[in-house]
């Protein structure tokens, strides 16, 4: 069957408004997912390959996207799974199971077996955000998939993150006040492989200070009600309910007042004042813990804030209603991590008001797939020419917005 499907995310900017008239069916956002796939997945490892040049997803620096964005891939397979159950598609449904229980493995031999402690820095574990995305894909194939190592695994990485690790020598993302360092979740430790204990000026930035909210969120709903943790027991691998909750309204807090001013999320902190520069998922995460803190607690005001952050991409970082598209380093994922989260909040938190901007950006981006190789580099708001570089990332977002988004 030949590819006449996209791959694209959503595009840059150029001047150009929004498509507003093609039609999209279901079976195209099928389609789009299906040709995502064909074209970046490396079917025999079973993890996500960078671009369409490569021939296999060797590791970090030989053809592997980021261990990071892997997570996000992941989370699309859930969706995946999640979207042919709802629509009653049992053949749909059991191919995206196994696709998604096969990628959960095909990562889990690719980065050192899920060893939190190993920080090799080519297929191991060394920025704290690295491990906690992971938490928050595993504590959803948990939550969906009922896999009781997935369960585990969530939890090991969370208080890895959050305590440290004796191996590595590490002493923890959280940046303890009762230490002095000041509130929030550290991004990183350093040296990798000696690392010095942090200091209250030590980055602290959005990526792991909202996704830690968020994994601690779900924690604080699939661990055992009656879980138990001895008093003594100071760096668990599990914990109560209570405390996965205290830590994200914590941690939210800190975050909320630090880092976020109407709605705009900054990238971080060094000791100074925050640093505001615009990233798409940042303002995801942020709308993504708003969202679970109201589910939980049924307090307006997170609700207030998630879409304070979505007004904000929409009115100010969109041109001409079109999501905006970094071209760095991975950035190109940023909007499949967007969609992620805007889902809860139009759907969760009966939002639909943002609905229309969505679509708009489905539109365009599927009215401008390249129809010959499925595949475009996702930088323009026009039809452009393929490059043999296409990466995956910017050509997740497309995908991963009709995922979430159906046709209707």
Known sequence: ??????????????????????????????????????????????????????????????????????????????????????????????????????????NIGQYAGFDFDDCNINTGWFVYDDIMWWT?????????????????????????????????????????????????????????????????????????NFPTVVAACLLSQLVPEDRQVPAEETHPSEQTRAFYLQTAKEVYRWAHETLVQ??????????GGPEFNDHLYNQATYIGASCLLYKLTGERDYLRNA?????????????????????????????AIFAQYMRMLVYDCQQKQYLSYIRSNIAQGWKNRDRKTSVSDGRFSVPSVVEDKTEVYPASGLPALMLMFPAE
């Open 307 to 335: 879409v304070l952050g979505a007004n904000y991409v929409f009115e100010r970082m969109c041109c001409d209603g079109i999501l905006p598209l970094e071209t760095g380093p991975e950035q190109g994922v940023y909007c």
């Open 1 to 106: 069957m030949r590819n006449v499907l996209l791959l694209l995310t959503l595009i840059l900017c150029a001047g150009h408004s929004p498509a507003q008239s093609v039609s999209i069916s279901r079976a195209d956002d099928w389609a789009a997912y299906d040709a995502f796939n064909r074209v970046f997945l490396d079917s025999a490892k079973y993890i996500y390959k960078d671009n369409v040049q490569r021939r296999n997803a060797v590791d970090r620096w030989n053809g592997a996207a980021a261990i990071w964005c892997q997570a996000h891939f992941y989370e699309m397979a859930l969706a995946a799974c999640q979207r042919a159950k709802t629509e009653g598609d049992a053949d749909r449904y059991g191919q995206a199971c196994r696709h998604a229980m096969r990628l959960m493995q095909g």
């Open 136 to 208: 928050i894909a595993l504590a959803r194939m948990h939550a969906f998939l009922g896999d009781e190592q997935s369960l585990v695994l969530a939890e090991k990485s969370f208080c890895r993150t959050y305590y440290g690790s004796k191996r590595v020598g590490d002493d923890g993302s959280y940046a303890d006040p009762k230490r002095g360092l000041g509130g929030g979740m550290f991004w990183e430790w350093q040296p990798i492989d000696k690392p010095k204990p942090h200091r209250p000026g030590d980055f602290r930035s959005a990526c792991i």
């Open 262 to 271: 109407d709605g705009r999320v900054a990238d971080g902190i060094h000791g």
